[in-house]
């Protein structure tokens, strides 16, 4: 053999076949026929006797003989400048076509501004590539994206980019607690808690600048982010919005500056989202000029209180106002809840949540209150008063009305916490987009091709990243809605209420969908902490849960849909939802119906919005319609609409989805520059189609789509998808998070 | 105001209506029509008078006055026995139609083995109630769930339920590796390790029983799951299939005891899923008889190294061999990494990996090596032998083939990640069930119903619950299989192979789907790390990376497809992939055509499977035609594949999802009690009608379902998720988790 062998590797005649002569056998699994095959071709070229006598299927070269031909077809690729046997036409790299086989494992260097994080390797390997010269004008967008309030972005992006706010892994919880404390307190030393606070305490009186300030720190870490929420916007703004000017005087500026560590009591154990029944009282002791603060039991505990386990000195407690036989309500009072001494205030007791799945620089923990006494001036009295003489009086006569005004607060933290899941997004396909530009993969030096220009890795991410953006403008949308009926209280919110509630829901979700996306397409890079998507993962979770689970968040929106907004959020009980179900079902018969027939050309963005609206007034209409039918037929009406719960999710998302799409060409119809307005209805298109791809079933079985029209989706979702990846950097980068807060190091 | 409040209050005619008129101001918001039609329903009661009062628009009742109607209202229910004002046809709880508002916040009593973890909560609130009679033979299912090794695993049930191995939370990285470390110790005391290795140094012999013990520890702790798995199946299962009798003396009985931490150091930096390409070397210098290991370059390093970075003394290290002039591809080399002092032995630089996403109980490392120097008997020569002279010889001539038999090794390992994957989705599974079945809300006692009563929790548990079940009996047979192909070295494992890459990839995506949607389901209580959602999902979410990542094992997946299983599973390249398309193409046109027109009875099993059967050749079909044609327009094959990746994916889910059908099916064919096999019967249809209804659009684009029958499929799956709740606490009870194991409070 190892003659036949010389033979051939010497035989110039020979050299064109050798590669594919290794490569048959290499390849293995030849079979009798092909092997025949092989022959006869090989047979009839000039060297054909040396090359044949290696297709002998009874004596096939042994093991070093063809390692000595494989070395020898290497050196002859590079002789002749053929860096891989593809070109030849032949292949023995056993997984070239499967190209996400590396979304896997590398390293990049280090942002300059910071030190290297603990554990982390100073491994360098190819630099992130320049993004390349942008075919719009860069500046434009990052100024729409940042909208009104760009300069507090651009301040806080300033702060927190600063050394001591570099990232720590592996922190127990005391010193990751005591790290966001400390972050916290730099943020209070720079104004910033005082951002959204009255002028009479120092505050700048400005809630845009506080969001944005809010969504800012979104884009670093979410503990802190927590952390600042439940002491400037829970605790403090509890005092600004439900207390009135001596509260102001008494309490604000502590809060503002972080002086006095503040809590926002109001879940209890036995009561998540269903707050109306709570069950701590605040008693009225007319004696002593008091009131007395109660936990009646285990389940009327404090539950999942940010800033009560370890920092917390002062609480806005949530508990029902008893005066002599009377129960007005749920109402806030403030309660010290420890001393100077950082002991637990006489009466207080309170207990750390534990470790938990994620944000573990917040201290949550329970409290109870064991006749805890506090002057009758506690009560904050926005809304209702409370004399001396025990005698109520409000503006709001209804209780429940009182209560829903009571928590209309909560529609800040709402509307925040949707902000927050979109940053935290934005940070996942920053950190997966960088990475997937410059990880390249399978063949030698300059053959490689990038992670992301393999079309199944653009599907995992520029699809959500379109689906980003379009909740990013339509949270900045919101946000000004929310501070304008701030401004205004002529102003009906309940609009705003519904549009907080599915807008959070809806965005929180994306957010989780979008980060574990992001994290699988960094492969094992993505799974260490230093690159950050596990604790982006872990804290935005509890985003879907907190300040409102989503899937009761959907519900009541499904309700505000059902009766036309006419009552206030969350305050619509099933009685009045089927009667204003069966208004409804009357006027419908005499205003248009939806459109019928498919759609036929799916390219044009108005057949998406046409798409959509079909989708969102169809699903809202057979909703009444089911829960009627079900009233009709003797059931409760509660229980008819728990029946019906698919489909109410159903028409909740479809809503979402359609205001999402006109907030986004709302908000992008302003562009100065013609290739930016040109690519934002790309990026708004790649949104739509995506969404009606995912819901396509719905669209076929409701005859909006035909067969051939869904295919057309999906085509034009993978043509976006590609037109966009020229462009992918440049989106991400316009999020404007410095290198400092991305931090991750396979994304600098 | 109060004198006409004491009339209505005292006038016994007027009771009846005073819900209603109190629900009425209450719920707020009432128009001027409404109030007229009110007063003129209740003018014409005997309480006319009395109650027409209180419904002046101009003079509407005061907050005390409403305060004590509504207190009134609230005693006389209780009077009546009457517990809300629903069932007076009214209602005033502005969030009773709101039935997921309290996946929220509970606690439940600790099991009586083990003390209370650190900072949980002592509260003992509603024991969690008793499963109830089941309608069919409970030990049955269990044992079939079970199945073989069914002794092996309740063994390690007994073993892992000692209070030794009670979970920790809040621990540093350092503390935690200690802590697995100590846990895998003591399996090894029990001789856990031993049960796969051969009886010639003390083992068991028996991979069935090993991996049945792996399956069982995927109940428990993952990282301690992750640690035993690198020790006694990579570091050990590598020396026992590669080496030979030798190696296995010197060897083996102390890896399977733990006497020798050892680690699998295949993976490369550069080189995560395509280790074909692995540039480590291993140097034959015969002038000592020894092998040289050496790290060409820094991309070249071992990276994610279980038992690297504190506590491996030993490692299989994949190198490429090179003898004179040849290179003989990569082999496996036993290298001594750390000396008795624990110190890196010389030449060896060890590098920790870092803090991870998850499982931080294990040390995964960085390993260099500088010219480290180990005897020529280290190479693991079961497939491939070097001689003193530097002669090479091995009974698989072709060095792809010989690869791919050295990888046969990883097979292994995605049965068994596969297998873990289903184990970490029934511990969440089985605790969102039974908090699902204890946790009430709203209304009084007695009267709130269940969380799982509830249809939308019904739908996020059931369908998933059925989708493990059926990935449960896919893994059994799949292990068997594998085992098998163990002993039985005729057995073509190609099939095997494909089958595993499948099961693996979608097993643990379900795997990661579920986790997240219990921990939803159980809201607020979830993301407390003492209910075991944390740190579930934070661990097994690498399961879909490590082993092989999903997207790439999809397409290997496809790729066996297309040609038939006709080559070596990974050891397919695009030119031959291409010519086997061209055969296949030619050979469908004679074989039959999968059916067409629209399915009509969704109900009956058979046109499930036949649904399934119909999207799996359609499109492998269709995916061989679309590479076809692209091949055919001049592409290259390579190129060819990528093109078309989303169709490969869906082309693979396709048939995984059909494979899992008939497994289950087969499985649960041999039921003996009747009402068993009933229910898994529907717990095999409510998987596969979930399957085709979250890929409806895909069977109403192909004509297989018609628009109606889609819709039967959703009623269907509603349907058999209703009919699976009474059910629910008896299928996550058989899956044998302990008390002990399962931990959560809330689910004890």
Known sequence: MSSSLDDAIHDPAAQPFLPLLFAAWDDGDLTTKELA????????????????????????????ALAHLGQHVHEQFDEVGLRTPIELGTDYSPMAASPLAEADLAAGPFGPARALPKNASAITLSPLPDPGPSAFDNDELAALLDGPHRDTKQRMRSILSQPRFQYQYDLSSDEYRELVLGWARTLADEGIGLLGMPESVGGADNTGAF????????????????????????????????????????????????????????????????????????????????????TPNDLARKDYIGNAAAHGRSAVVFARLLVEEADYGVHAVVVPIRGASGRPMPGVRIEDDGHKAGLNGVDNGRIWFDKVRVPRANL???????????????????????????????????????????????????????????????????????????????????????????????????????????????????????????????????????????????????YLSVNRFGSLRSDA??????????????????????????????????????????????????????????IGNVTSSTSHRELLVRRDHHSTETLALRIKARIDAGNDPAEAFVAVQPHTLHAARSHVELLVFDAMHRAVSSCQDERLSSLMADVLSLYALAAIERDAAWFLRHGSLTANGAKDVTRAVNQLTSDLRPHARHLVDAFGITDEMLAAPIAL
Not at 41 to 48: K, R, S, V
Not at 274 to 289: G, I, K, M, Q
Not at 468 to 488: C, M, N
Request: charged share 20%.
């Open 37 to 64: 095959d092989l022959r006869s071709i090989l047979a009839a070229t000039e060297a054909g006797d040396v090359l044949v006598a290696w297709l002998d299927a009874n004596d096939p070269p042994d093991a070093p």
């Open 211 to 294: 969001i944005a300030a809010f969504q800012t720190i979104a884009h670093h870490d979410l503990s802190l982010l927590t952390k600042f929420g439940v002491q400037f916007g829970l605790y403090g703004g509890a005092i600004m919005r439900l207390g009135t000017a001596p509260h102001h005087a008494a309490y604000l500026h502590d809060a503002g500056t972080l002086a006095t560590p503040g809590c926002f009591a109001m879940t209890e154990t036995g009561h998540g989202s269903n707050v109306a029944d709570l069950e701590t009282t605040a008693t009225f002791d007319s004696s002593l000029d008091e009131l007395v603060i109660n």
């Open 380 to 526: 904050l009295d926005r809304f209702a008063q409370l004399g001396a003489d025990g005698s109520y009086t409000s503006e709001i006569n209804s209780s429940s009305k009182r209560f829903f005004t009571t928590l209309g607060t909560l529609v800040g933290g709402r509307v925040s916490v949707g902000t927050a899941g979109v940053s935290a997004a934005e940070t996942a396909l920053a950190i997966a987009v960088r990475y997937g530009t410059r990880r390249r993969q399978f063949g030698g030096p300059g053959q490689e091709i990038t992670l992301l220009d393999y079309p199944s890795h653009q599907r995992r991410l520029l699809p959500r990243l379109a689906t980003t953006y379009a909740y990013h403008f339509a949270f900045a949308e919101l946000v000004e809605s929310y501070i304008e009926s701030e401004r205004d209280p002529a102003i009906d919110r309940r609009e705003i209420e519904g549009r907080a509630a599915g807008l959070k829901a809806y965005g929180t979700w994306h957010a989780m969908d979008t980060i574990q996306a992001a994290r699988e397409a960094c492969g094992g890079q993505g």
């Open 541 to 598: 979770d509890v985003f879907t849960t907190y300040e409102g689970d989503n899937t009761v968040l959907s519900q009541l929106l499904a309700k505000s849909l059902l009766t036309g907004y006419r009552s206030s959020f969350e305050d619509i009980s099933p009685t009045r939802m089927a009667r204003y179900i069966s208004q409804r079902i009357g006027a419908a018969i005499t205003e248009a119906v939806p459109g019928v027939g498919a």
